[in-house]
């Protein structure tokens, strides 16, 4: 299984509970290359965040305001062990927990 398939799978286990959470996702397979990947985007609150995962074992997480467009997460990962990715990936989603609603503010 390539990394791309265990974030599909992960994607497919997690979506309901994410969404109870308030997170809304949009998932996007990028055109077949040498190093394809899958990205998927996060809306919650005031914020966007992306989640890029690529063949080659690379994974990207950013998240912006929308209001400033002010990045407040940049992480950058390399010739990562596929069985970390979601290990990655439940980090990141208990880091965007955490940040504060604007919404509410």
């Known amino acids: ?12 286990e997690n979506h309901r509970n994410l969404e109870k959470q308030g997170f809304s996702i949009a998932r996007v397979k990028c055109k077949p290359t040498d190093n394809s ?3 998927f985007d996060i809306d919650v ?3 966007m965040a992306r989640a890029t995962i690529w063949e080659s074992l690379e994974v990207d997480f950013d998240v912006f305001e929308l209001d400033g467009e002010k990045q407040i997460i940049a992480e950058y990962h390399q010739g990562i062990d596929p069985a970390d ?3 990655l990936l439940d980090k990141f989603f208990a880091r965007l927990k955490e940040l504060p609603n604007k919404s509410t503010d």
């Open 85 to 87: 990715l979601i290990r």
């Open 45 to 47: 609150a005031s914020l």
């Open 37 to 39: 990947a899958i990205y």
């Open 1 to 12: 299984m390539t990394i791309v398939d265990q974030l599909e799978n992960w994607l497919s």
